[in-house]
């Protein structure tokens, strides 16, 4: 009886810790979107996250990148998607890697860096 108590208490506290884990993964997804004007969250290894980042630097638009290589759950939650990059602007999701791209080079981006909301 000792040792199912123990285990009980073990897998309730590990459960209240990822839930904790959750929230502040939660927390900090949204703050970062709600406090940039454009933000990507993007992963160290992945090429369309560096093809994302070097659109945007060539354009001269002022943007904030994660590399979340821990939190696809909240993006997927957020944007419907695991993938990265996931680009942000104005606190409204754009778009991918490729949608990112294409969207520098025709001049959306710009135009709603610019503007200010996401039509």
Do not use: W
């Not at 979107?33 to 996250?49: L, W």
């Amino acid at each position: 009886m000792k040792n199912i108590l123990t285990l009980f208490l073990v897998l309730f506290v590990h459960a209240k810790e990822t839930s904790t884990t959750e929230e502040r993964v939660r927390e900090f997804v949204r703050d970062a979107i709600e406090s940039n004007v454009v933000v990507a969250f993007t992963k160290s290894y992945c090429p369309y996250s560096h093809r994302a980042k070097k659109e945007l630097e060539s354009a001269d638009i002022e943007f904030k990148y994660y590399d979340i290589d821990r939190m696809p759950d909240e993006l997927k939650r957020i944007t419907g998607a695991r993938t990265v990059p996931r680009v942000f602007i104005h606190q409204k999701f754009y778009g991918g890697g490729d949608n990112t791209a294409a969207g520098v080079r025709s001049g959306e981006v710009q135009g709603l860096f610019e503007a200010g909301k996401l039509e």
